[in-house]
């Protein structure tokens, strides 16, 4: 069983930085890509990040390129979500998931919920204006 534990949410001014970790059990961390969901109120679940199991490739959803960056320490079971210049639409509940060991680099694939097969708990970020 695979468990994901995101932490490090919470409120922060419009411009400003936090640092989302997720940390996962089991001993094959490092072979399976890890992505970053989010879900803002009334609305359905969106990409955020993907990251490749060696960590060599990464993607984001247009609206956090350049403000936001995926990393991952195998070493620790972890990814980090890193987001700078944080904006109120920015405002959502943020989820990290496993992707699969083979990642099919394509947009339309890893950006689908359907590529990911188990999620974490969530952790709650607001950014306020």
């Known amino acids: 069983q695979v468990q994901l534990v995101e932490s490090g949410g919470g409120l922060v001014q419009a411009g400003g930085s936090l640092r989302l970790s997720c940390a996962a059990s089991?001993?094959?961390?490092?072979?399976?890509?890890m992505g970053w969901f989010r879900q803002a109120p009334g609305k359905e679940r969106e990409f955020v990040a993907v990251i490749s199991r060696s960590a060599n490739r990464t993607d984001y959803t247009a609206s956090v390129k350049g403000r936001f960056t995926i990393s991952r320490d195998n070493a620790k079971n972890t990814i980090d979500l890193q987001m700078n210049s944080l904006k109120p639409e920015d405002t959502a509940i943020y989820y990290c998931a496993r992707g699969p060991q083979f990642l099919i680099w394509r947009y339309s694939y890893y950006s689908s919920q359907t590529a990911y097969d188990y999620w974490g708990q969530g952790t709650q970020v607001t950014v306020s204006s």
């Open positions: 089991g001993r094959t961390f490092s072979s399976y890509a």
